[in-house]
């Protein structure tokens, strides 16, 4: 019995070390799109920031935007008690929007608590958004990788910048991760296609008008005969009626 309560016991503490050890991957910065982040179009996103500490409040985020696909458009949305700065950078190669040249995109946007007291930033247990509109998004890449740097107000700092490797486990502190959709191209093409489908279903509209049209002609042709048929029935037991009135008025 002592030896399966000490090994029930390292197990239990096994189990609890695995738990400790693996929770806080469950709560990374991570960016989710509100909607979809479509290739080559616009998008607003949010950064999402979970508080991971028991007694400190996170005080200051930065992200840092890819500069392998630079983004020309970014606007933070403004947030009550948080203060966005958007920096610029100069690209080496400039990029082409609604025919004009870009010489510079956005290479961060950091977001510091403001006011004071024990209320300021994000509070153990809470987790806060950071939308931002951004684009025009790349049309030659499936995904965006952002590195986001946390800040508490007990001055510690937690990187999240590891990319996530093609079949390895998530690292200790991966970097958020945008997905893109299809083109919007691709898209109305699809709508294009549901166009001409509802041409065929007119077409079958239109068929179906006819098809009942003539079932309602026929069903008239029906009724007329049959009201004929009537008709002659009624004539005739009318004359038969009166033949045989006639010859008892004779026989008596």
């Known amino acids: 019995m002592k030896k399966m309560s000490r090994a029930a016991l390292v197990g239990a503490a096994a189990v609890s070390s ?6 806080p991957a469950f709560a990374h910065v991570s960016v989710q799109p509100e909607g979809a982040a479509a290739k080559g179009g616009y998008a607003v996103v949010d950064f999402k920031v979970p508080n991971e500490r028991d007694n400190a409040a996170t005080t200051k985020l930065e ?3 890819p500069t392998d696909h630079p ?3 970014v606007m ?7 203060k966005a700065e958007v920096t610029k950078s100069k690209l080496d190669k400039p990029l082409e929007m609604h025919g004009e040249k870009i010489t510079e995109a956005v290479s961060k946007v950091t977001w510091t608590a403001t006011g004071s007291g024990a209320d300021k930033g994000v509070q153990p247990g809470y987790f806060q958004k950071f939308p931002v509109s951004i684009g025009a998004l790349p049309t030659d890449a499936d995904e965006l990788v952002f590195k986001a740097i946390q800040t508490y107000s007990n ?5 999240w910048i590891e990319p996530q490797q093609e079949g390895q486990e998530e690292p200790e502190n991966p970097a958020p991760v945008l997905a893109l959709t299809a083109a919007a191209d691709d898209e109305h093409g699809a709508s294009g296609a549901s166009g001409a489908s509802d041409d065929d279903h007119g077409d079958d509209k239109e068929a179906t008008a006819a098809s009942t049209s003539s079932s309602d002609g026929s069903d008239s042709d029906t009724t ?10 009624v004539g005739a037991a009318g004359v038969a009626f009166g033949v045989l009135a006639g010859r008892r008025r004779t026989a008596s």
């Open 76 to 82: 933070p949305q403004p947030i009550p008690g948080w």
């Open 63 to 65: 992200v840092n935007f």
């Open 224 to 233: 007329a005969r049959v009201l004929g048929i009537v008709g002659i029935v």
């Open 71 to 73: 983004l020309a458009s």
């Open 18 to 23: 695995v738990v400790l050890v693996s929770a």
């Open 155 to 159: 001055k510690e700092v937690v990187r």
